[in-house]
């Protein structure tokens, strides 16, 4: 089975908005066995949306309609859809109803244009928004001889999502085949891309019946495992068999098989192992704090650290000396060091980390390039430096250390 | 004229991957008063290309290809347009010459399968490639007794985008009508999305010529406005008018009226009075820092600062007496004010930065419930604290509670 997703909206066609439901589509899509085989954009225009919806009746077997569902003058999909399948639309006095409820709920006065809302193409069920005042409609019917799934959602995420995920899913689970897909996500760090294909490839290889994509993203490479059976079991055996040998081969470079992203491992690892960190950052400029307490109720672990942008700051707040600085350079291996060994102190924390680095573009100097930077870990057991050099433009290079700086505490800690 | 923008690559119909070059396409192309009527996703597959391109050919004048231009099996964007144009592809021995030097230049063998990259619709113009293998396309003719003009561009950004620029635009412009297209984005902070049209409205409806969108997102609101005329002056001048009677309207909260982000105009603000800035942050946990130092060359101003996430460290790093936090709270008016005049004083900057909040989503009470944020500046002539209630997840609040810190700033020196 096929799918064509539309998003409709003629702000999604300028150049400030994108549409990104038809991602989280896609992968419940995906999920029940549903390939996406094209996905379209088109504005509100009664006549290029029903041309669109004309074309997408004649291509795919699943056909999802987003947006336009609305009570304004621009809200036009119900009107399309329905003259594309040559069908009427009828008001249903149940949805009047529970429109007139709704904005009375509010103490609001209902607008005569929200009626529309109410419209329902003949035979299709209409599918209740429990987020908002547009309702979702579910079609399933011929079109020229050929079995459609039509589906109509509104546009906003909470909406859609929530509507999809109770009323749609259901009803498409009871047209598909019954398939099982698990879907697995390894995240990897300190190899590049065409390292970690040449290591891992000739084992997933030999699985063909489990799909495998590599992604490289900044300091991180994905790799996506999907596999189908006909029963959970054994789609889940195939996946955890090839996760196994993939871990076997290259462990020490995972550090996430669910999908987890490396600040919320490392605060993992410090919650589990009763530590504390604290961070001094000069070219990250907060990033790496600002990175681990995003986690929620990261204050458990992290207790904060110092920003020291400018050389003055790496002795008064990170208590480097400033003789160190002045004969080593900022951005030396032990002046990293003595931040981390600083910082530790100063907060008094299991552990201390520290960045320093040029960022660029401007900088840059013929023994210390854009792009160098040093990385520091300081502990009980003393202090690890990796120097690392970096390419790409200042906004890489500061991710790609904030990077390798959290990859070293969870190294330190699993 | 209207555009159909269509991206080809089986991985754009994953749930990982997107297209983003139609959002620099689209932008070029408006500029040059041509509209983006459909954009269309489609994989790998000859059959759905072709039905993809004749449905392209049926509904729109300028018709763009991006991706599927490369050596592999996989890339058919050439045959399938061929197939839907009804013509033949000839190999250009020119373009074989050039794939050789190319591959003899890096030392590299070619393979055979690269041939296929000298393949060239008959009629087009093939467009050279400066930063990669895969010509480019340009096809100017009647399809079905319309005149179409059509566009392949291989699907790397860096490569379409030079390509583009350089070859197609000037194209482009002696094809359609001569017209001129100012666009100018305001940024606004500091007021609500419906407050701020309930004030600016009455003044662009006006500008019946001017079309204006407002576009809300995280902690700021962007306004953009487009118009075009026979000349650029005239259509310079609207958009000045405009620009001028907003700005004597709401002029306190717009922070940028070129596209520049809050940081630049922060910096720029801190350099034009050779001013320096140290932070204090609790809930934001580095990301003030991270914003500011992501601008180049903000050595000059920044000297960094203290994530103060623990108690402890609001004592140790920026010399907010214990006592104090035990008495008002960790987030209270006067630790965020104790918190910006100790880092400035411990810094020695012009200005010290401090916040203290509840990112959430727990830690809040009745009391201090999640989103409440205090933010303090602190100069020679004193000290400001701004007491604001953020609504939203973690993410967001964090990043509302950083608009508010660094446009206090702006508004300090501005």
């Given at each position: 089975m096929n799918a064509e997703i539309i998003a409709i909206g003629s702000e999604l066609l300028t150049p400030y908005r994108?549409?990104?439901?038809?991602?989280?589509?896609?992968?419940?899509?995906?999920?029940?066995?549903?390939?996406?085989?094209?996905?379209?954009?088109?504005?509100?225009?009664?006549?290029?949306?029903?041309?669109v919806a004309t074309?997408?009746?004649?291509?795919?077997?699943v056909i999802i309609f987003m947006g336009g569902l609305g009570p304004t003058e621009d809200d036009l999909t119900r009107e399309a859809v329905a003259a594309a399948l040559g069908l009427p639309l009828r008001r249903d006095p149940a949805i009047v109803t529970w429109l007139e409820e709704r904005f009375a709920a509010h103490g609001w006065k209902m607008a005569p244009n929200n009626l529309k809302q109410a419209d329902v193409i003949v035979g299709a069920t209409s599918l209740p928004n429990a987020n908002g005042s547009a309702p979702g409609m579910w079609i399933s019917g011929k079109y020229d001889g050929h079995a459609k799934i039509t589906m109509l959602l509104p546009g906003p995420p909470?909406?859609?999502?929530?509507?999809?995920?109770?009323?749609?899913?259901?009803r498409l689970r009871a047209k598909v085949p019954a398939q099982f897909i698990v879907t697995r996500?390894?995240?990897?760090?300190?190899?590049?891309?065409?390292?970690?294909?040449?290591?891992?490839?000739?084992?997933?290889?030999?699985?063909?019946?489990?799909?495998?994509?590599?992604?490289?993203?900044?300091?991180?490479?994905?790799?996506?495992?999907?596999?189908?059976?006909?029963?959970?079991?054994?789609?889940?055996?195939?996946?955890?068999?090839?996760?196994?040998?993939?871990?076997?081969?290259?462990?020490?470079?995972?550090?996430?098989?669910?999908?987890?992203?490396m600040e919320q491992i490392v605060g993992y690892y410090l919650q589990m192992r009763s530590a504390t960190l604290?961070?001094?950052?000069?070219?990250?400029?907060?990033?790496?704090?600002?990175?681990?307490?995003?986690?929620?109720?990261?204050?458990?672990?992290?207790?904060?650290?110092?920003?020291?942008?400018?050389?003055?700051?790496?002795?008064?707040?990170?208590?480097?000396?400033?003789?160190?600085?002045?004969?080593?350079?900022?951005?030396?291996?032990?002046?990293?060091?003595?931040?981390?060994?600083?910082?530790?102190?100063?907060?008094?924390?299991?552990?201390?980390?520290?960045?320093?680095?040029?960022?660029?573009?401007?900088g840059g100097t013929a023994e210390k390039p854009v792009g160098l930077v040093f990385h520091a870990l300081a502990s009980d057991s003393g202090t690890e430096v990796v120097e690392r050099k970096f390419a790409g433009d200042r906004k890489r290079i500061r991710w790609f250390a904030s990077q390798q700086a959290l990859d070293m505490v969870r190294r330190k800690l699993k």
């Open positions: 994108q549409d990104t439901n038809s991602l989280y589509l896609t992968d419940k899509l995906n999920q029940m066995g549903v390939e996406v085989s094209f996905k379209t954009v088109v504005g509100d225009s009664l006549e290029n949306l029903t041309q074309v997408a009746f004649s291509r795919a077997d909470h909406e859609l999502k929530a509507l999809f995920e109770e009323q749609c899913i259901p996500e390894l995240k990897i760090t300190g190899m590049g891309e065409s390292q970690c294909d040449a290591r891992v490839a000739p084992i997933y290889k030999t699985f063909t019946d489990v799909q495998t994509t590599i992604l490289a993203g900044a300091g991180e490479i994905q790799l996506h495992l999907k596999t189908r059976a006909a029963t959970l079991d054994a789609a889940q055996e195939r996946v955890d068999e090839l996760v196994e040998l993939i871990e076997a081969e290259i462990g020490d470079f995972v550090f996430s098989d669910n999908g987890d992203s604290a961070v001094a950052e000069s070219c990250t400029g907060g990033l790496i704090g600002e990175r681990i307490s995003s986690v929620s109720g990261s204050s458990r672990y992290f207790l904060g650290g110092a920003v020291v942008y400018s050389n003055e700051m790496k002795t008064e707040l990170a208590g480097v000396p400033a003789r160190l600085i002045q004969k080593e350079g900022a951005v030396s291996s032990k002046v990293a060091a003595a931040l981390a060994e600083g910082i530790r102190t100063r907060c008094d924390a299991t552990l201390g980390l520290a960045v320093t680095g040029v960022a660029g573009p401007n």
